[in-house]
């Protein structure tokens, strides 16, 4: 039973580029969440989606980024723009149901701004 | 706010010694609390959880108690090995609240286990 898979593993965009991150749930998730890591902070929550739609985007910066998870394929993150500010990891995890306390993560994206 | 305040590191232990990760919260609610550990190149896996106070989550030779007295959730191993060398975060979750689809995380304690 294959895990969150997130590609690519890592991405180097010049700025003013746009950055498209993916995450594919387990098998049977339809709830999938995005976190940021900045070097030497926590993870910080962005946005919770289902399918086809967005539950909670409150930790998503106002501007430059979007996020969907379409009734097919991966959810994508996507950074408009990219400043050198966005450079860090990007975690997706995947849960079976809503509140459900097992979030299951990925390996990650590490977005490098150049 | 929630909030999860963790010991920095990088932590490094000798083989069989024993470990101590301490972590403290903020949380305006009724919090479950959770440990994950990092290994290199992978991502977050559910180490222990612990749902309510005086819980206590094992796991893997590893323990935390759920301390609401002190706000506390450290982890402890008796005797660690070099495959425990990993990258450690506490994290808490209120389903009460709005905010319950949130995990927030600390910044991660590294732990290096040498021979």
């Known amino acids: 039973n294959a895990g969150v898979m997130q590609n690519p593993r890592h991405l180097v965009r010049r700025r003013g580029q746009e950055a498209r991150l993916r995450c594919s749930p387990m098998?049977?998730?339809?709830?999938v969440y995005w976190y940021r890591q900045l070097p030497e902070e926590g993870l910080k929550f962005m946005v919770y989606?289902?399918?086809?739609?967005?539950?909670?985007e409150s930790g998503m910066p106002k501007e430059r980024f979007s996020a969907e998870f379409p009734k097919e394929g991966p959810s994508i993150l996507r950074i408009q723009q990219v400043v050198r500010g966005d450079s860090a990891a990007y975690f997706c995890?995947?849960?079976?149901?809503?509140?459900?306390?097992?979030?299951?993560f990925g390996p990650g994206t590490r977005l490098t701004v150049t | 706010g929630d909030s999860v305040t963790q010991m920095e590191g990088p932590v490094t232990l000798s083989e069989e010694a024993f470990l101590t990760i301490n972590c403290t919260y903020t949380?305006?609610?009724?919090?479950?609390l959770f440990w994950y550990v990092q290994y290199p190149g992978e991502g977050l896996q559910l180490l222990l959880k612990?749902?309510?106070?005086?819980d206590k989550g094992s796991n893997k030779g590893f323990e935390a108690t759920y301390r609401k007295e002190t706000t506390s959730f450290h982890l402890e191993k008796g005797s660690v090995q070099v495959s425990d060398s990993a990258v450690y975060f506490c994290?808490?979750?209120?389903?009460?609240?709005?905010?319950?689809?949130?995990?927030?995380f600390g910044t991660g304690t590294s732990l290096t286990v040498i021979p």
């Open positions: 612990a749902t309510k106070a005086d």
């Open positions: 949380a305006t609610g009724y919090p479950s």
């Open positions: 994290a808490l979750s209120d389903p009460t609240q709005n905010t319950g689809n949130q995990f927030y």
């Open positions: 098998k049977g998730h339809s709830h």
């Open positions: 989606l289902q399918k086809e739609n967005i539950i909670d």
């Open positions: 995890a995947s849960s079976e149901g809503h509140s459900s306390y097992e979030q299951y």
